[in-house]
Nanobody
């Protein structure tokens, strides 16, 4: 049974930083593509960043240069370091994982989300 559990969300002032974590169980973070998505009220869920099994990263234009995705294989945990936060970054943030040994582009496991509020 795969579980992805996000943590690290909260309230922060504009320009501040937060680090989100996604602890995986039943899934090895080194085996597949993992990513972060976000959804603000009344909007669709948007892709934020992803990291391949080999460590290649990719970012949405809206967060490029401010957010950094990384993973710790030993801790089996995915991270999202968010710097220079803006009001428009306010959203529920979700961790997602793709099928093991597949390229990025398909997401089959999702966490429950952690709220980030920037004011």
């Amino acid at each position: 049974h795969v579980q992805l559990v996000e943590s690290g969300g909260g309230s922060v002032q504009t320009g501040g930083s937060l680090r989100l974590s996604c602890a995986a169980s039943g899934y090895t973070v080194s085996s597949g593509c993992m990513g972060w998505f976000r959804q603000a009220p009344g909007t669709e869920r948007d892709w934020v960043a992803r990291i391949s099994s080999g460590g290649t990263t990719s970012y949405a234009d809206s967060v490029k240069g401010r957010f950094t995705i990384s993973k710790d294989n030993a801790k089996n945990t995915l991270y999202l370091q968010m710097n220079s936060l803006k009001h428009e970054d306010t959203a529920m943030y979700y961790c997602a994982a793709g099928p093991p040994f597949y390229a990025c582009g398909r997401w089959i496991y999702w966490g429950q989300g952690t709220q980030v509020t920037v004011s």
